[in-house]
C-alpha cells in the first residue's frame, strides 16, 4: 500500500475506533454518534439553529438522511423542527434545552475521552494535525460538493 493511502485508512481507522468508543457513552445518554453529530454543528451554529441542507453538506450525507434523523431526534426531545420564515420550503432544525442539558452532561466525560487519544501531543501539534484534516475535508468539500447538494 502507497503512503498516501496507508495515511488515509489510519485516518479512518483512528476515527472508527473513537466514534465506536464514544458511542457508548452517548448511549448512556440516549444518543447516537449522529445526533451528537448533529447537535454539536447546532450549537455552533447562530441561536443552535441551521437548515437541513446545511446539516447535511456538514454530515456529508443527503437531506433525505439528514430529515429521517431529525424526526427520529424530533421524537426523542433533542431538536424541533420549523419552517424557515424567509422561505417556507426549508426546514430549520434548532436544539432543544434537553439537548443542550444532555451535552452539558456528557462535556467533561467526552472531553477526556478525546483527550485520551491525543494526550502524548503537545498543543501545536494538535494545531497542525488539525489544519492538515481540516484541509483535506475541505479540498475533497470542494470537489465533491455537487454530490451533496
Excluded: W
Excluded at 475506533?17 to 447546532?42: D, E, I, P
Amino acid at each position: 500500500m502507497e503512503l498516501n493511502e496507508r495515511v488515509m485508512v489510519f485516518i479512518v481507522m483512528a476515527s472508527e475506533m473513537f466514534k465506536k468508543n464514544s458511542s457508548a457513552l452517548l448511549r448512556q445518554h440516549g444518543l447516537t454518534f449522529s445526533h451528537y453529530n448533529v447537535l454539536k454543528h447546532l450549537v455552533a451554529c447562530e441561536e443552535g439553529r441551521d437548515s437541513v441542507g446545511n446539516v447535511s453538506k456538514h454530515m456529508l450525507v443527503t437531506g433525505a438522511n439528514v430529515t429521517g434523523l431529525a424526526k427520529r431526534m424530533e421524537k426523542a426531545g433533542l431538536i424541533e423542527r420549523t419552517n424557515d420564515k424567509k422561505d417556507e420550503r426549508l426546514t430549520v432544525l434548532q436544539t432543544t434545552p434537553m439537548a443542550l442539558k444532555t451535552l452539558e452532561a456528557i462535556r467533561d466525560t467526552q472531553e477526556q475521552h478525546a483527550s485520551e487519544y491525543l494526550r502524548v501531543y503537545a498543543r501545536e501539534q494538535k494545531e497542525e494535525v488539525l489544519s492538515v484534516l481540516k484541509y483535506i475535508v475541505q479540498r475533497v468539500k470542494q470537489s465533491a460538493n455537487s454530490s451533496f447538494e
